[in-house]
């Protein structure tokens, strides 16, 4: 049903200014780049966001999570343009928000985005119906006689249309959050941004409103969504983890998901960045590892050395994976060979003192990494025996 929604704008929906000089070429629709957010309050000055560069893709359905206080509005802001950046740029499309002024803004938000809050947010004194229209009267994308019935369809698409012109105060929250992304849609914007918005329902109605955000991307829409619901998260296509103002590795938290964010962090600012040739070496078997490799891009062959000397590969691994963490925890020499497969892997690397630091500091994290070990090392074991 939305999909019939989509293009019927008028002619007035032309391109804003405020063109960036040179934008660089990338496929992301969201480009944030070394963003810093400082407050200068009384008690000091307050950095917020401490230099983030971060891309969300067109179709993307993005979790932003973190602890209270990390950041996570402050970062959303800057893409709605509710508060700029101190330092750093912010592209969508090619549109440079953190230039726009203030009535350039507003133009361009208005037709770009639909903001979701935790709290609704909806005009107490105006009708469901007219809360749905306000973003269409202020834009003109739609034509005036349009407005009225495209509320009323957006109504119904979530589920309210019978409660049309009924006040907010008449109906419950989970309702109210539910004309909220009627409003947002309202422009049929190709971006919806929202801070926390299942944050104040109960988990059925947050369920309700969720599935009603993967629908929108199922439509097209690129959504990039706070939330403190950690279910929620995980069915969601990609999370970032913001820590005291900094984005967390994504693959740090989804194998060490036990490390507190402090120690997620640290991983991550020690992480090295290293990229192997197709066939080239990264462990040779019998010889002492010396760091923890996580694969970012390409496959790497894990191989043992036959009795005749010639080796056998035995499995693959891809993005996402690890190695090493056998040779460091068990200080043994490696079990079997590790090279990179038919083109060049991408891998991010944390040395033994590093990584060693971090499974003494996170006794969770210890034991989940010695659980794999056993399973690598039977496995090992296994095949060894089936190549005699
Ligand atoms: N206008 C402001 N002036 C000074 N400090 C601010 C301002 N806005 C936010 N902060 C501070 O910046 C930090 C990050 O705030 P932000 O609202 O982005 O956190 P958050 O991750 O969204 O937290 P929550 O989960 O509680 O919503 C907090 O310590 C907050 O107190
Ligand atoms: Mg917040």
């Not at 950095?47 to 970062?75: C, H, Q, W």
């Not at 109605?205 to 629908?215: I, L, Y």
Request: glycine residues 8%; aromatic residues 6%.
């Amino acid at each position: 049903m939305l999909a019939g929604l989509i293009g019927k704008k008028n002619a007035d929906n032309a391109p804003i200014e405020a063109i960036s000089p040179a934008p660089e070429k990338t496929d992301s629709l969201i480009r944030l780049r070394k963003i810093i957010k400082t407050y200068y309050t009384a008690a000091g000055d307050f950095m917020v966001l401490k230099g983030i560069d971060a891309d969300f893709r067109r179709g993307e359905f993005v979790g932003v999570i973190g602890k209270s206080g990390s950041g996570k509005s402050t970062l959303i802001n800057m893409i709605t343009g509710i508060d700029r950046p101190t330092t750093g740029e912010v592209y969508v499309e090619d549109v440079a928000v953190h230039l726009l002024s203030e009535s350039e803004m507003a133009a361009w938000r208005g037709r770009n985005l639909g903001i979701v809050f935790q709290f609704f947010q909806l005009l107490p004194m105006l009708s469901l119906q007219e809360n749905v229209m306000l973003p269409m009267d202020f834009c003109n994308v739609y034509e005036s006689r349009e407005r009225p019935e495209r509320a009323m369809e957006l109504l119904k698409l979530v589920g309210m249309e019978d409660h049309a012109h009924k006040l907010p105060s008449a109906i419950s929250g989970g309702q109210q959050q539910r004309v909220a992304i009627a409003r947002a849609l309202a422009n049929d914007p190709p971006i919806i941004i929202a801070d926390e918005p299942t944050g104040n329902l109960d988990s059925r109605t947050a369920e309700h409103v969720f599935e009603m955000f993967e629908k929108m991307v199922g439509q097209g829409k690129t959504i990039v969504m706070v939330t403190h619901d950690i279910g929620l998260a995980k069915r969601i296509d990609r999370t970032l983890l913001i820590a005291d103002g900094e984005i967390v590795n994504e693959w740090v938290f989804r194998i060490m998901p036990q490390l507190s964010h402090q120690q997620m962090l640290h991983a991550t600012r020690e992480l090295e960045q290293l990229v192997f040739e197709p066939g080239q070496v990264i462990i040779q078997e019998d010889q002492v590892g010396d760091n923890f490799y996580i694969i970012r891009e390409g496959r790497v062959e894990i191989a043992l050395k036959r009795p005749g000397g010639d080796d056998i590969v035995v499995t693959r691994m891809g993005p996402g994976e690890y190695f090493g963490e056998i040779e460091l925890l068990k200080q043994s020499k490696a079990i079997a060979t590790v090279r990179a497969g038919e083109v060049p892997v991408k891998v991010m690397s944390l040395d033994r003192e590093v990584f060693m630091a971090l499974m003494s500091e996170s006794e969770p994290t210890r034991e989940a990494m010695e659980h794999i070990i056993h399973l690598r090392m039977n496995e090992n074991l296994e095949t060894r025996k089936k190549m005699q």
